[in-house]
């Protein structure tokens, strides 16, 4: 089930409308326990979906795409499980006027005829590819080219796809971006019941200080087309609004735009790029913002995906969203499943706090080693490791000790990607030490079982 049909999105946005959402603690980015961000490592332009009681979140992998996306699973919306579906790749959806950016920027959506369809940038242009239900397995919908080539218009950037299907079950298609973080517009289509061929003409429908991630929904009969504008690797990214009659427009910017913006003594630094689903009785905003600690303009940007509680007022427009370190989602379960707590020093103590804002990361001229103490000797059986990098193979050994100075080898892994990474080590042990050889060694976090 996608959750972005009009009908059950709008009754959820008018129960959300009886009241604002419960009031957040007052939590820095880097305290234990923080329930943001959500993933744990560096995605953006996050797409979420429900099927079979499962969730499934496809992302852009950071820094700038993946020859693959990301995909992350979870049955309970805290404890998520990476993989990468198996199209699109940067090599099978490559068309000769595609240019050199990766795979990036997917929204999944149900169809009316039962099958799943993801709308994805590569380089430049959008594809389209089906399947029989989120997991896959996916393939290439239109004969392997792109739905929206890049010299459709070439002026603009053809990215950010994002799929609506109304309450009458009739869908369209929403894109478009700028160059050079300027001049974004935004094009919509009418699609055909196949999701694939348009039906008519694509239409300009480009709304004030629009640049990019058209997301659109349906309430009280009118049309809010939400979007981003500002620049992802500066301050200024921030989620806008439209309103409209049609899903075609013409689309004017509410009032009270933009309603999720920075929030610096927060940390919260350029939230955009977002979803909006609904569950239980609530309604959600899935984006990304900057990685702590932030560093302004620079070329390698690195993000993390965020939740926080939407709310439409009784008139129909958005409340301003208040951007958190620990979110309350009734949709999902209230905290991550975690092992024994450990205790560390300096910055080992960084993978222990149930917080993935946080890392361990070796301290300059120091081997790539971290020390678990578990208060006393106890029989664990399993660790489970976060690492910042999903998709970086690392070598990675657990070593165990019951006094501290004599240890043993309990578990090795040679080039070994994914998270979480499980090493079987059962046995006692009072202490664990785990040394990991990556690119950039960093763990999240490291739980023990």
Not at 109 to 123: D, F, Q, T
């Amino acid at each position: 089930m996608r959750f972005r049909a009009g009908a059950l999105l709008a009754a959820v946005l008018l129960v959300g409308s009886a009241g604002s959402a419960a009031p957040r603690r007052a939590m820095a980015w880097n305290s234990p326990g923080a329930g943001n961000p959500l993933l744990p490592g560096y995605f953006a332009d996050p797409s979420i979906v429900r099927d079979g009681g499962r969730w499934y979140i496809f992302a852009t992998v950071d820094p700038w795409g993946d020859d693959r996306l990301g995909l992350w699973t979870s049955d309970n919306g805290r404890d998520w499980t990476f993989s990468q579906p198996n199209w699109p790749t940067k090599q099978a959806a490559t068309s000769p006027t595609s240019g050199d950016a990766k795979v990036w920027a997917p929204s999944v959506v149900k169809a009316p005829n039962g099958r799943w369809y993801m709308y994805v940038s590569v380089g430049s242009e959008i594809w389209v590819g089906s399947a029989p239900s989120p997991a896959g397995p996916w393939a290439d919908a239109n004969g392997g080219k792109p739905l929206i080539a890049r010299d459709f218009a070439p002026q603009y950037h053809m990215i950010d796809a994002e799929a609506f299907v109304d309450t009458d079950g009739q869908a369209y298609l929403y894109w478009g971006s700028g160059l050079n973080w300027v001049n974004g517009h935004c094009f919509v289509v009418k699609l055909k019941p196949d999701m694939v061929h348009f039906d008519g003409e694509p239409k300009d429908v480009t709304p004030a200080h629009y640049f990019e991630g058209p997301f659109m929904v349906k309430e009280k009969g009118r049309y809010l087309l939400t979007y981003s504008d500002g620049n992802t690797t500066k301050d200024t990214y921030k989620v806008r609004y439209a309103v409209g009659s049609s899903p075609m427009g013409p689309f004017t910017e509410a009032a009270n735009s933009p309603v999720l913006v920075t929030d610096a003594k927060k940390q919260i630094i350029s939230p955009g790029h977002h979803a909006i689903f609904a569950d239980k009785g609530r309604s959600y905003i899935l984006y990304h913002r900057q990685a702590l600690p932030f560093v302004p303009g620079g070329d390698r940007v690195l993000r993390q995906v965020a939740i926080d509680p939407l709310t439409v007022k009784a008139d129909g427009t958005l409340e301003k969203v208040v951007p958190s370190h620990d979110p309350v989602i009734p949709a999902f379960a209230p905290h991550r499943t975690r092992g024994l707590r450990w205790t560390g020093k300096g910055a080992d103590i960084l993978a222990a706090d149930d917080n993935y804002a946080t890392a361990w990361r070796p301290e300059a001229g120091q081997p790539p080693m971290l020390t678990a103490d578990l208060g006393a000797v106890r029989m664990v059986r399993e660790s489970q490791i976060r690492p910042a990098f999903a998709i970086q193979p690392q070598d990675v050994r657990v070593e165990a000790s019951e006094d501290g100075k004599t240890w043993r080898q309990v578990a090795a892994e040679t080039g070994v990607s994914g998270s979480p990474i499980t090493l079987r080590h059962s046995g006692k042990a009072r202490w664990l030490r785990m040394t990991v050889t990556a690119k950039e060694p960093a763990i999240l976090e490291w739980s023990i079982f």
